[in-house]
């Protein structure tokens, strides 16, 4: 036997070796990076919580949930009252999906339902490419694009209002409904396709009479999800809105949202200040609201999945 | 059933060409004596469409245009927008406009120290969620048993995709920028970035390596392999193209955020060096930085006196570096499917 043999015996091993004792290394790595999304989640409620509770002992919840009046600059008295801003981020959210939700779902049917080949393919392809379009650009178009159009063909005095918010929000979410809505399209059995069809119904009868029942719990999640992308987007909203912290009475009016608060009034508001820890409140409020969204979005899919199984 | 009683039915008059002929046709027979039943089964098309089918007919073109309308409705002002961005900002798309630095109060000059910005967040964020989320990804899908935990673990997966980006943006602040005291940086934005990317990389990974077939893993276990030597030898080689696209999908939405870097590190304005080696690397860990998608808001709300041209060509270099990446992953995806062997 030479030295060399010898040595790469040893050499494996080592590395045999190495191996039994590197697996339960690796395999608790994995599972901590496994849970690592529950830790973030819960994390990411803690140190706002932390941050929010500096407000929490001086805070007025009555005036926080119930009041209209925000005006947290007053040296009198300063008010912090969320109520306009939940409204206005509810109803440039309904608005958004009440054009978003029939699109989106009707696209979803189209596409995955009446088109095949190259046409379907590039439907997907352009669908998605327009998911990825960045947030700030969205916001970029509506206020430098949609605006102007809007104070053209409209009375409104502003460009920026209700409406721009609500559509350029619709434009945003819709392929987030299309493709969740697609994917629920398709975890639906060729098989429920193929008794339709040879009962002699044409395609339409197979989406209304089959599909729709049958993939209702998935695209009604579909559209959950896309309500709860709209109450949180940020950055479009905050450039289309208007900022006027008021309940809206008509399309027309300039609004403003939760997360635009957030985002135009926390670099101004000094570290540790009750301005701030309410801002971080109302990042709390928002933490709940997208939350409880997802949580019955995922209990809607769930139900479809042990009906299934 | 239906269809056939009805097109025996010899008068349904006044639904159409075909029904009227058949009314007239049995009128005609009538009138001559003869045997109704032979006319009519001599001149009748039988393959005629009853009005029970062109109704469904009518229905079903009905159904396809209104929604072919609503696809276009989706598609067409996205291709709109996109086009007239170009047109507007063709003016001042250039090398030069990507090379320069902006200059006399941003109201000058092109998108360099931004875009560099842009691109080392996204780079660190990505070194930082990467390994994490695909090592998640294949704890979900190699390991997790089908129960409860699992499901916990899941839902944490969806709670963090649909935490709002604002959310994420103060979660930084708390976390990076004062609890870790890395302070505005460019480090705790890359790390606020890195959160917010998990999800989506463990979502894609997850599916990469649920398209492995099981035989291959039943194959590699008879061998003798432990779990991860499967995973490490065989489960990752043949999903790794699948991997690749969820994180090449994730560049393009870190680098599109605004609102988590936007109190985290990510600042309005900062000088960096024109020429040189420098310029490759303006930025320190520690610092602040410049972002395309920031320096967008800026210029769009924050600016005054910005020519229109420049705002518009940095809103189409940002959407084209997107999109560029994008495509580059949906081809590789489209590719991939080309050759997969099983």
Redesign the interface.
């Known amino acids: 036997m030479t030295t060399a043999t010898a040595n790469r015996r040893t050499w494996r091993s080592l590395l045999h070796g190495l191996?039994d004792w590197s697996?339960p290394v690796?395999?608790w790595?994995?599972?901590l990076?496994?849970?690592?999304?529950?830790l973030?989640?819960f994390?990411?409620f803690v140190?706002?919580l932390?941050?929010a509770a500096g407000a929490f002992g001086r805070l007025d919840w009555g005036e926080f949930l119930f009041s209209a009046e925000w005006q947290p600059d007053s040296v009198v008295q300063p008010r912090y009252g969320t109520l306009a801003l939940l409204v206005g981020t509810l109803s440039v959210t309904a608005l958004a999906m009440l054009l978003a939700a029939?699109?989106?779902l009707?696209?979803a049917?189209?596409?995955s339902e009446?088109c095949s080949g190259k046409v379907k393919e590039t439907?997907k392809?352009?669908?998605?490419?327009?998911a990825?379009?960045?947030?700030?650009?969205w916001?970029?178009?509506g206020?430098?694009?949609l605006a102007p159009l809007i104070i053209r063909y409209t009375d409104a005095a502003s460009g920026v209002n209700l409406l721009n918010a609500g559509l350029i929000l619709a434009?945003m979410s819709?392929?987030i409904i299309?493709s969740m809505s697609e994917d629920a399209l398709k975890a639906v059995p060729d098989s429920y396709r193929e008794a339709a069809l040879s009962l002699?119904a044409?395609?339409?009868?197979i989406?209304y009479r089959v599909l729709f029942p049958a993939a209702k719990n998935g695209l009604l999640a579909a559209v959950l999800?896309g309500v709860?992308?709209a109450?949180?987007?940020?950055?479009a909203v905050?450039?289309c809105t208007g900022h006027a912290v008021r309940i809206p009475h008509s399309l027309l009016t300039p609004v403003r949202t939760l997360?635009a608060t957030?985002?135009s009034e926390?670099?101004e508001s000094p570290v540790g200040e009750m301005h701030y820890c309410v801002?971080?409140t109302i990042?709390l409020e928002?933490?709940a609201i997208?939350?409880l969204?997802?949580?019955i979005?995922?209990f809607v899919v769930?139900g479809i999945r042990s009906e299934r199984s | 059933m239906s269809a056939v009683s009805d097109r025996q039915k010899p008068s349904v008059v006044g639904k159409g060409p075909a029904a009227a002929l058949a009314g007239r046709m049995s009128e005609h027979a009538a009138s001559a004596a003869g045997s109704v039943v032979a006319v009519r089964t001599k001149s009748l098309n039988p393959f005629a469409p009853s009005a029970l089918e062109r109704r469904k007919n009518v229905k079903e073109a009905a159904a396809r245009w209104v929604l072919g309308l609503f696809t276009f409705a989706l598609v067409a002002p996205v291709l709109a927008i996109l086009g007239y961005l170009v047109v507007r900002a063709w003016p001042v798309l250039g090398i030069s406009f990507i090379l320069e630095n902006p200059q006399k109060y941003m109201t000058a000059g092109g998108i360099w120290a931004p875009l560099v910005g842009t691109f080392f967040l996204v780079v660190i964020s990505l070194l930082l969620a990467a390994p994490i989320g695909i090592l998640g990804g294949v704890y979900l899908n190699e390991y997790a048993g089908n129960n409860w935990r699992t499901r916990v673990v899941a839902l944490g997966v969806t709670n963090l995709a649909g935490v709002p980006s604002i959310v994420h943006g103060l979660f930084g602040v708390g976390a990076f920028v004062m609890f870790a005291g890395m302070g505005k940086s460019m480090l705790a934005a890359s790390c606020t970035l890195a959160v917010m990317s998990l999800p989506v990389i463990i979502t894609s990974t997850r599916e990469a390596l649920s398209s492995v077939p099981m035989a291959f893993r039943e194959a590699c276990w008879n061998m003798g392999a432990t779990r991860w030597q499967t995973i490490r030898t065989i489960v990752l080689p043949n999903s790794v193209g699948g991997i690749l696209t969820g994180v090449i999908f994730e560049v393009t939405r870190a680098a599109g955020e605004t609102a988590p870097i936007l109190f985290t590190g990510a600042v309005f304005y900062k000088r960096v060096r024109d020429h040189g080696w420098d310029s490759f690397f303006p930025y320190n860990l520690n610092d602040g930085c410049m972002a395309l998608s920031m320096h967008l808001y800026t210029l769009a709300t924050q600016v005054v006196g910005v020519s229109d041209q420049i705002q518009y060509g940095t809103a189409v270099v940002l959407i084209g570096l997107t999109l560029a990446v994008n495509s580059v992953s949906i081809a590789l995806r489209v590719y991939l499917r080309s050759r997969k062997k099983w």
């Open positions: 191996a697996e690796v395999e790595a994995i599972r990076c496994g849970w690592s999304s529950i973030f989640v994390s990411i140190f706002i932390v941050i029939p699109l989106g009707g696209a049917v189209f596409i009446f439907l392809v352009l669908v998605e490419l327009s990825a379009i960045p947030s700030v650009v916001g970029f178009v206020y430098m694009v434009l819709v392929p299309v002699g044409s395609r339409w009868e989406v999800l709860g992308r109450i949180g987007e940020t950055m905050l450039m997360t957030i985002a926390l670099g801002l971080f990042g928002l933490f997208t939350f969204v997802n949580v979005a995922d769930k």
